[in-house]
């Protein structure tokens, strides 16, 4: 073999060796960094969410309106007659009729309330026949008593002593027959009283929500709530039950929405008016009224609706937002980024994780199964998502929550996996 053609075979076995050794050395290289992806576990991820974070106090209440009037009666009777509805005169006055001030609600029977007052105006009428025979009596005495003035030198001073006194007794009687006279006015003007208010009436303008009382019954004095009345079913509000470990959350003017099983997919809302003092006790379970003033709805409301009421405690508009568990994992020092100074980096001491306003960390997926820190600011939580503050959120950013844990089965055959 020619010098040339040995030269020419030696270069190609060299380039041809410098070939194999390069590809047996990808090889190795690519089953080193398989070898080692294939040792971290796999990671679980949720995406970043930007939206409003609200976190509030739940209870429920009962709408009522603002102003509402109970109607009974003030002397005992029969009921014997409904008021007319102005509405439809054909129906006696009930629930949903709308009444003046001064409308007829019912009347009572009047019957022992007339002969009351006819016993009462004969009584005076006896009182005043009374009065003149006293009168009568009285200036008979004093006739007498002017004539034993004149005649006083003849008369003996027992007489005349016999006159006086029966002078005085008949001004005395006719000072208790005046007080008589008066006391009997007194019960005529009782007995007209009771009479009118056996007709009862309306004491506002309004609406009738509810009648409890039936033609033919009888009622005690002072029966109360036979009417229900309320001033305007245009302004409402809802009276709310706070229990006692929740209440110290709550404040004048504190927004809050509502919804009723009329329009549950409805939200309504309103503002929190007024937090009464008279607490309500449940056994050992104490809780406090709150009067929440409704916003005009775009809906009719009823009186005694049940309403599902959220407080809005705390409010984050457009945060960050990251699942709590986001906040409590933490890698392994292998899965940590060749790049990350790990020993800068310590994870929170509290098992729970981090707390509001404390510094922590995110972890975000990287190449090869590895992940790479962003530092935050933990903000409010709702028990399930936690406000985070810092730099390089985006929409729809991964951060990792846990990892991928395999099962027997999984190890077994590997395309099973299972997350837990």
Known sequence: MSQPARKKSFLLRLVVGFLVTGCVLVGLVAWRWISVSDQLPELRTVNVQRRDLVITVGTTGTIEPEEVVQVGPDVAGKIVQFGTDAGNPEKSIGVGSRVKKGTVLFELDPQQYEIALQKAKAAYRL?????????????????????????????????????????????????????????????????QISLSKTTVR???????????????????????????????????????????????????????????????DHEMTGRVEEILLNARMHGNFVTYDVIVAIDPPDVELMPHMTADVEFEIIRRNQAWLVPTGALQWWPGAEQMEQAVATDSIVSSEDPNGPTEGESAYV????????????????????GVQTEVVGEGFEEALPVVVGEVKRTTLARIIPTAKTLR
């Open 202 to 264: 309306s004491p506002i303008d309004g609406v009738v929500i509810d009648r409890r009382a039936n033609l033919g019954q009888y009622v005690n004095i002072g029966h109360p709530g036979l009417f229900l009345l309320a001033k305007d079913l245009d302004q409402m509000r809802i009276r709310a039950s706070v229990s006692e470990s929740d209440i110290g959350k709550v404040r004048l003017g504190q927004p809050a929405t509502f919804s009723v099983d009329a329009y549950r």
């Open 363 to 382: 972890w975000v997926p990287s190449e090869n199964g590895k992940v790479r820190p962003l530092p935050v600011r933990v903000g409010i939580d709702d």
């Open 127 to 191: 009182a005043q026949a009374d009065i003149a025979r006293l009168q009568a009596q009285l200036e008979q005495a004093r006739r007498t008593l002017e004539r034993a003035d004149r005649l006083r030198d003849t008369n003996a001073q027992s007489d005349y002593d016999e006159i006086v006194t029966a002078n005085e007794m008949a001004a005395a009687q006719l000072a208790v027959g005046q007080a008589k006279l008066d006391q009997v006015a007194a019960e005529v003007n009782h007995a």
